[in-house]
């Protein structure tokens, strides 16, 4: 394994990003997988100005926007589902900190397919003809906006249409459930558009719940989804997606995606949150333990762990991921 991808959170963070870049993740529902502990990591590491695209909006968006480090945000979805609106990225889009710009839940993966190809623009057949259309948040000034989501003529039909620009992101940070040291990897449970942001994205990071020999993506290759050709970076961090689900693995934490929601709807709030879950956390065993190893047996006895029982023969130690994670950081 002296060639693995593996690398401490800290280390690719430090990497592989930068302020004003083009960054995305939340590829996954809102309640369900997203790479939230890079977003924790981000903040951390004081990056600021990002440009942010999420299929939908995550507690992740809603951090990161509450604390300052996002500027502009593209999504196609912006509330928190069963948990109400995102309090944290409402305020910073209110203030007029952060400019959100909207698309529908089909016109984000339809951009981001678009980038995957290299296609100069997107035909689009939705959003037309609504606000979406003609409401930019990026150039307000200007309404009906006629730059957001362009016409073209259809060549064969001579119909005309809309036309979506492409999205290919300077990094994507993508949660998976499975990954192996050379970074393929394997998603339980709802995939969304991580599939089309992986071939979309200039770079790409997968922070995953647990390594794997690779002899289990030998076992099931059809369900290597993201291969490692495609993969810059492997991170260890269980519970990366927490307070969120991650199938097979545990269950959303819903008395925290409650408390961390009503924490970023105010300045303070977000303060005393950053201070706790952030700031304050030393490493991947420390987090495990702010979270609470009760709480961590309890969300991971939910009704979807069976998802992973054909793979856990291949799963490595903790501590033996551990070690890849120090030794690929200092190579």
């Given at each position: 394994m002296s060639h693995h991808k593996v690398i401490s959170l800290a280390e690719a963070v430090r990497r592989h990003t930068w302020d004003g870049m083009q960054y995305a993740s939340g590829a996954a529902l809102p309640v369900g997988s997203d790479a939230i502990v890079f977003g924790r990591e981000l903040l951390r590491q004081g990056r600021r100005d990002l440009h942010a695209i999420f299929h939908c909006n995550t507690q992740q968006l809603n951090l990161l926007a509450a604390a300052g480090a996002v500027s502009r945000a593209e999504c196609g979805f912006s509330g928190l589902e069963g948990f109400g609106f995102a309090k944290g990225l409402g305020?910073?889009?209110?203030?007029?900190?952060?400019?959100?710009?909207?698309?529908?839940?089909?016109?984000?993966?339809?951009?981001?397919?678009?980038?995957?190809?290299?296609?100069?623009?997107?035909?689009?057949?939705?959003?037309?003809?609504?606000?979406?259309?003609?409401r930019s948040a990026f150039d307000p000034e200007h309404s009906p906006n006629r730059d957001k989501i362009r016409t073209v003529t259809d060549p064969f039909s001579g119909r005309t249409i809309g036309a979506f620009s492409t999205l290919q992101p300077d990094l994507a940070a993508i949660h998976v459930t499975l990954a192996d040291p050379e970074g393929n990897a394997i998603m339980l449970g709802t995939e969304w558009s991580r599939f089309e942001l992986s071939r979309a994205a200039k770079r790409v990071i997968l922070i995953a719940d647990a390594?794997?020999?690779?002899?289990?993506?030998?076992?099931?290759?059809?369900l290597v989804r993201i291969p490692g050709l495609l993969v810059e970076a492997v991170v260890y961090w269980p519970?990366?997606?927490?307070?969120?689900a991650s199938p097979g693995m545990y269950d959303g934490d819903e008395a925290h995606m409650k408390a961390m929601n009503d924490a970023l709807g105010s300045e303070a709030g977000t303060a005393a949150y950053l201070a706790d879950y952030v700031d304050g956390i030393d490493g991947v065993d420390d987090y495990l333990d702010r979270i609470g190893r009760e709480r961590i047996a309890a969300l991971s006895r939910g009704p979807t762990s069976f998802l992973l029982d054909p793979y856990r023969r291949w799963i490595l130690p903790h501590a033996d991921a551990l070690a890849l994670s120090r030794e690929g950081a200092a190579a």
């Open positions: 305020r910073a889009v209110q203030s007029g900190a952060v400019a959100l710009e909207d698309y529908s839940n089909l016109a984000m993966p339809l951009r981001l397919l678009g980038g995957a190809l290299n296609w100069p623009f997107v035909p689009a057949t939705v959003n037309v003809g609504t606000d979406l259309e003609f390594i794997v020999e690779t002899d289990c993506m030998r076992q099931f290759p059809n519970f990366a997606a927490w307070p969120q």
